[in-house]
């Protein structure tokens, strides 16, 4: 278990092998991190190999698709670490095909994952934020926000709702101290198992992980006279 100490609360909501674990180790050297993700065996796993690294983390097991798990995270992050100085929603959650291959459930799965989850989330850490006067919030998007795809009508839909809550939220927030912004990961990461599934790209073709993370540091700790709204990562290769 985490235990409270003088550095401040980062929440990370979304953490697998890419992404995510990239994120925990970035902002593990300078904050105690609570972690939420559905695979509880892998969140244990990875808890204790940032342990014995140094970090304090707090590993939750949850369901951002339920409200209800969002709520009962947040009640343990605050008894066991205090209140969240940093939000970084990367959950995601896509089905991919056309109107006529998409179930109204698919639909609802991936809007609860990428849009209702960040507003509960969202919701959860404003309050503390406003009665600092500070705090960050990040959400990852994806190009199937500002563009969707004829397989994207799910995706799609649910990552343009994520970017109006972000657009939304920075309005409210901003003039209160609290930076809000949306990243659009344009490109595939390079996770265990990318690059099986797409053999034809090449090392360049991949956005690292942790060159990602360090954008996301950046933005987290970006003076406010000059915070950013929206921001591309892509690799240099990639097509827009």
Known sequence: ????????????????????????????SSYQVA?????????????????KSGGTVLDLPTDVSDPAQIA??????????????????????GAFGSITDITPEQYEADWRVNALG?????????????????????????????????KSVSFGP????????????????????????????????DIPGARGLKPSLKDGDFLKPEAIAETYWHLAHQDPSAWTMELEVRPFKEKF
Do not use: C
Not at 35 to 44: F, G, I, P, T
Not at 76 to 86: M, Q, S, Y
């Open 1 to 28: 278990m985490a235990t409270q100490s003088n550095k401040p609360v980062a929440v990370v909501i979304g953490v697998g092998p890419g992404l995510g674990a990239a994120l925990v180790r970035r902002f593990a």
């Open 72 to 93: 009962e995270a947040f009640r343990a992050i605050r008894k066991d670490l205090g209140e969240p100085e940093v939000l970084l929603y990367n959950a995601g959650s």
């Open 35 to 51: 972690m939420l993700a559905r695979k509880a065996d892998y969140l244990k796993a990875f808890a204790g190999e940032t342990r």
């Open 158 to 189: 649910a990552k343009f709702a994520m970017r109006g809550l972000a657009q939304s939220l920075a309005r409210d927030l901003g003039p209160k101290g609290i930076h809000v912004a949306w990243i659009n990961v344009d490109g595939s990461i």
């Open 118 to 150: 960040a507003f509960v989330a969202a919701k959860e850490v404003a309050p503390g934020m406003i009665a600092r006067g500070r705090g960050t919030m990040l959400f990852t998007g994806a190009t199937a926000g500002i563009k969707a795809g004829p």
